[in-house]
């Protein structure tokens, strides 16, 4: 874990409410894994205010970049972050996802929670995964809600789209096409793991499909970081061996460990 000051290089907006923020920010890039979270300090607010986490969307040379939504006071601030800003960056923080798999690794995002399967992607493709045993599932509210999704048609990446209101890819949730894949791959007796990020609803669906399937699965918890190292609690995820952190024991859990309210 480092804390580094990051440069800002790149602040594109992509729409919709979107942005892609890229950092030089060389130590924390070179430890990055995927599933891991860095701890931002936004330019622009009070010394006072907590940092800000995001999920890594992809980390190459010494350069590390996240995509996000503007939704309050703190991403508004880091939207008007310029070329050549200082951005504190703590990181990176918590357990990713493993980048080895058995049999089709099946990546499942809804929104920006798409946002930490890219380099995912990429570093199972280095790992030497086939790229056909790659498949990419991405769903949204509308079109513009599938971020970042053609980064993955081009890795070579067989990728689905799913909309609720059938402006792109198959008509409802995510889990349309998932399903399908999954009833394929069942019937041909082939095996697969499940990784996933996400809103809460998509991240359950997953975990029990996961369970009854009786396959790896690999879930990104979604919980209020407060510190991002484990001190404050504020993150608690229940468990099979009880109330474990998601900045440090998670974000990314088994799914058979994780126990649903």
Not at 119 to 138: D, K, M, S, T, Y
Not at 140 to 148: E, I, K, N, P, S
Request: a neutral charge; proline letters at 5%; charged letters at 20%.
């Amino acid at each position: 874990m480092t804390d580094e000051a990051g440069e800002v290089v790149l602040a594109e907006d992509l729409g919709h409410g979107y942005r892609r923020l890229a950092l030089k920010s060389p130590a924390i890039a070179a430890a990055a894994a995927p599933g891991q979270f860095v701890h931002l300090r936004v330019p622009g607010l009070e010394a006072s205010a907590l940092r800000r986490p995001f999920s890594i969307f992809d980390a190459e040379g010494d350069r590390l970049e996240i995509v996000y939504k503007v939704v309050g006071r703190g991403t508004e601030a880091l939207a008007a972050a310029k070329a050549g800003a200082e951005v504190r960056v703590l990181g990176p923080l918590g357990r990713g996802f493993p980048v080895s798999v058995r049999g089709t690794a099946l990546l499942v995002g809804g929104g920006y929670g798409s946002a930490p399967l890219h380099l995912l992607a990429r570093r199972l493709l280095a790992a030497g995964v086939a790229a056909e045993r790659i498949e990419v599932f991405i769903g949204g509210r509308t079109a513009g809600d599938l971020v970042a999704a053609d980064r993955f048609p081009a890795l070579g990446l067989r990728t689905f789209l799913a909309t609720n209101d059938g402006g792109v890819g198959e008509k409802g949730f995510v889990t349309v096409p998932l399903d399908a894949e999954i009833a394929r791959l069942q019937t041909a007796g082939a095996p697969f793991e499940l990784f996933a990020c996400g809103p809460d609803p998509m991240l359950r669906a997953v975990a029990e499909r996961a369970v009854a399937a009786q396959a790896p699965g690999w879930i990104s918890m979604d919980r209020h970081m407060v510190c991002g190292v484990g001190a404050c609690y504020a993150c608690i995820q229940r468990t099979v061996r009880g109330n474990e952190r998601c900045c440090v024991d998670g974000p990314v859990f088994a799914a058979a460990d994780l126990v649903w309210d």
